[in-house]
DNA sequence: AATGAAATCCCAACGTG
DNA sequence: CACGTTGGGATTTCATT
């Protein structure tokens, strides 16, 4: 399932770019070849393939939740009956399914996964977990931490 | 410390240009205009008036971890010696403050914070963690959680 | 809010080390 | 093979109505 590509080693260059554009995707490459020390042609080939590569997965305009009157975050744990492959699969495409899961990672630790969920209000939210957790069997139970602050929300990578 | 943004209900044209840049910004303002019924000329003033209000909060090419090598991702569950505001506030400054930090969460139910922390490998993780955890004495403790998949990690959110 | 002009940016082609 | 320079084409931006 994963992707077979040939990751081609990162450069310093490469790495460099990666840093600005991830904090700001539309800075013209013009001023990105300024301060990485190319030419505005070579950034543009070198943006160009880590895009098609799959380095560059997404470029995204990050909103502000609480402007878009999304003011409920939780964080819940999930523990699913049973740790068989069939299983953990109809978990993973539920939660992919779902929109209002906003991230998903299935971990160690006792617990079988960890969401994401965010939504308008606690009505909405309750609806969710509804929808989500009583409707499907194979959830053992599950535990929702309200999140009072999001003290960090970026997704910024921290290159080496 | 929260923004007060006058918060200008969004209309109908906004929140379906928001859909669209939250999941590639960089689609042309004409092909946009297309969509939501809009000149381009609109679509552009509407944009750079969300950009200025904080909706959009910042514009971000997003990477795949892994192509980066950043191959643990952890989530941890951090417990305070105690919830006094001023522990509260040197627990946030300092998670705000740790880049390997990607995202924190300030939450209810016996928990405290939750993290996502991302780094190379295992090696740098536990730096991290004795660095974070064992050097401040008002963490009581902690417990890491090691994703083996991260189902779901994009920040799209669903604008009703 | 729409129109058109000017500036800017993106991108392909070519030539070089 | 990757870089730099150049030029055409598209896009953003601004001024005007």
Do not use: W
């Given at each position: 399932?994963?992707k077979?590509?040939?990751?081609?080693?990162?450069?310093?260059?490469?790495?460099?770019?990666?840093?600005?554009?991830?904090?700001?995707?539309?800075?013209?490459?013009?001023?990105?070849?300024?301060?990485?020390?190319?030419?505005?042609?070579?950034?543009?080939?070198?943006?160009?393939?880590?895009?098609?590569?799959?380095?560059?997965?997404?470029?995204?305009?990050?909103?502000?939740?609480?402007?878009?009157?999304?003011?409920?975050?939780?964080?819940?744990?999930?523990?699913?009956?049973?740790?068989?492959?069939?299983?953990?699969?109809?978990?993973?495409?539920?939660?992919?399914?779902?929109?209002?899961?906003?991230?998903?990672?299935?971990?160690?630790?006792?617990?079988?996964?960890?969401?994401?969920?965010?939504?308008?209000?606690?009505?909405?939210?309750?609806?969710?977990?509804?929808?989500?957790?009583?409707?499907?069997?194979f959830?053992?139970?599950?535990?929702?931490?309200?999140?009072?602050?999001?003290?960090?929300?970026?997704?910024?990578?921290v290159?080496?």
């Amino acid at each position: 399932m994963n992707k077979k590509t040939i990751t081609k080693p990162l450069d310093k260059f490469d790495r460099a770019i990666l840093r600005i554009v991830q904090k700001d995707n539309k800075t013209p490459q013009r001023q990105i070849a300024d301060i990485v020390h190319l030419s505005a042609a070579a950034v543009q080939r070198r943006i160009a393939a880590m895009e098609k590569s799959g380095i560059i997965k997404q470029n995204s305009a990050v909103l502000d939740v609480h402007a878009v009157d999304m003011n409920i975050t939780a964080i819940v744990e999930v523990h699913l009956r049973d740790e068989r492959i069939e299983t953990v699969d109809l978990a993973k495409n539920l939660f992919k399914s779902t929109p209002e899961v906003q991230q998903c990672y299935y971990v160690t630790g006792g617990i079988s996964f960890v969401l994401i969920i965010v939504t308008a209000d606690v009505k909405a939210y309750e609806q969710i977990t509804r929808r989500i957790f009583a409707q499907n069997d194979f959830i053992a139970k599950y535990r929702s931490l309200i999140t009072l602050d999001r003290v960090k929300s970026g997704s910024e990578i921290v290159i080496p």
